[in-house]
């Protein structure tokens, strides 16, 4: 039967999420068994409580179809009581009640509320059809279609499991006290409202499910399940229809939304404590001096009640702390979900699930898109192109479509276009606010200087390539990155150790650095080739520049004439450490050129050598693929820094550098450089080096002796060298510590 409070219509709407309500509860139970006796005790006491109850006798006129009016009235309560007596499951009717009731419970939004009541039997029985019921179902089986009798035992051993009320556990045996106890527990429990969530969620059922799994299959132990995932996935969201749909079967419960947010604002803990117990006590207010006070007084509300507790926006464990200390204080079966985007959180109190919440897919975005751009689950037909577009360039991430799609409702084909142009160049300003509050979290300079370079210059590269070039930038990179990991604003992609940044998070961080100056030459970093172009050929970079990538085929075309680019162009970056150029000449010297190079990828170098007065000395990892060199350096130059060395593909390359002056050198790389014939001498006494590939050298022919001197060498890979024809014995006998060796296409004399 249903529940709303006829005294008070305006504190009490009988209304739902759903639509209208007429009834608090809608009372099941046989009527052979209790109907007289305690089933109208405790129909009388509600009606006394205020409260309007569904009972077959009064409400079910003479002459009606029973189980349609039945139906109707279990569709328009808030509640049901199910009155569980010895011969319950004897009645057919019953049965058939019960199975109703909870397709209701499942198939309704409103957070229809199910309360069983052990008369006479014990739960135990009901769950699984023992002792009475055992007979009753005895019989069911020789009269009953087979998917009946079956859909029965399910809807017995679900109601089973709910949190229920049993006579002679709560009133030993007191038919007055218990129903006290249940009017009580109705009133509690329709005092407690749904929060408010956003009409048409997209993708939320399945996600929301999962959770469901996790409570139902760990129903009697405490849990703590923690929701993680970047700004605007939904964490909230799937917090709140998760809560939603499961905070009535709980004794007590509690919403903490905001809590970082809360909690930096003056006295913020106690202010959490103080709404926690507000809660939990059904709205008696308790005084809180200090947290450490707030935290008894807490202890001794989680330990006596079942409570469904909700953690939102955790992003530091003093706020943890603040609320409990341990899962033993809370009582069995309680749960508590935290959402954070700090996924060391991950580690704390005790946290039996976690849950990283992914973003949409293609189908799920653009119907999630729709709903706020047009109001309904797909785009109209002249708007398809470009909404594919705007959900693209949204990642799948719930917050972007929402905002995005709202701008647009109502707007026209015109401003659609430039809408979407605009978004390619410049991120929408809403959706990087919101975006930001994880960069701004994290803990110091370091950490968000060490984001804004990979969001700049490092997305989807390998973490070993950015951690060598970076502590070389006075980073502690290792630990930097973890950081941002436990920001959520980076990601390690598992098998292949690269370095990955949503695309809305990286447009965050670039948004970051464009909004430094409104002139590109006096930004920390430029990334975009325009500007790049602009700042090299104008001579105006300046000395805030610490990284710029330019490849002149990005560029718009320009006079050939123009291409070829000045050397003091850089003279001025003197804090310049990060280097991409691509199809770049320059003319002029070196001398005063950016001398603080850390990181230096020059694709297609054109010249024949690297000037001799190119200040190299701070160099780490040295790129010149596709290069024109026939020699590195005419002469010598030392590179004590130098960890990496890759002329891959430079095919006129004929021989190597003295690796003499380049000691700590870990990885060289030579794929295809199909002139080399001289690797120098020098390479055996290369300590550090752990990768060395030469795949492709068709013309070399011999390799160093003292090659085999190698110690540290994990990685030796001469695949398609096929005129390599000479190797000792003693080289292979020495290099079989080599935990990777490739030799295809090679054919070995041995001597």
Known sequence: MALVRAADPQTSSVSSTSGYCRYHVFLSFRGQDTRKTFTDHLYTALANAGFRAFLDDNEVERGEGIKPKLQKAIKHSRTSVIVFSKDYASSRWCLDELVMILERKRRTSDDHVVLPVFYDVDPSHVRKQTGSLAKAFARHQKTQPLPKVKAWREAL????DLAGMVLQNQAHGYESKFIKKIVKVIGDKLSRTPLSVAPNLVGMHSRVERINFWLKRRSTDVGILVIYGMSGIGKTTIAKTFYNSNFRIFEGSSFLENIKEVSQQPNGLVQI???????????????????????????????????????????????LDAIFQMKAQFYPGSKIIITTRRARLLKAHQVTEVYAVGTLTQKESLELFSWHAFGQDHPVKDYIEYSEKLVDLCGGLPLALKVLGSSLLGESICLWKSALEKLEAIPNGEIINKLRVSYDSLQDDHDRKLFLHIACFFVGMDKDYIVRILDGCDFYTIVGIQNLIDRCLVTIIDGWDKVQMHDLIRGMGREIVRLESKEPWKRSRVWHHKDSFKILTEKNGMETIEGLVLDMHMCPTINSNEKVLETNAFSRMQELKLLHLSHVKLRGCYAKFCSGLRWLCWLEFPLDSMPVDFPLGSIIILEMQYSGLRQVFKGTKYLPSLKILDLSHSHSLSETIDFSYCPNLEKLVLVDCMSLIYVHGSIGNLERLIYLNMKDCKRIRMLPKNICMLKSLETFIISGCSNLKEL????????????KLYFYQVILIII
Not at 157 to 160: D, G, K, L, Q, T
Not at 728 to 739: Q, T, V
Request: negative net charge.
């Open 273 to 319: 404590q103080t709404q926690l117990l507000s809660n939990i006590l059904n709205g008696r207010k308790m005084k809180i001096s200090n947290v450490s006070e707030g935290l008894i007084k807490i202890e001794d509300a989680i330990s006596s009640k079942r409570v469904l507790l909700v953690l939102d926006d955790v992003d530091h464990m003093d706020q």
């Open 157 to 160: 051993a679900e109601v089973a």
């Open 728 to 739: 000792s014995i003693e080289m292979l006998r020495n290099m079989l510590f080599i935990d």
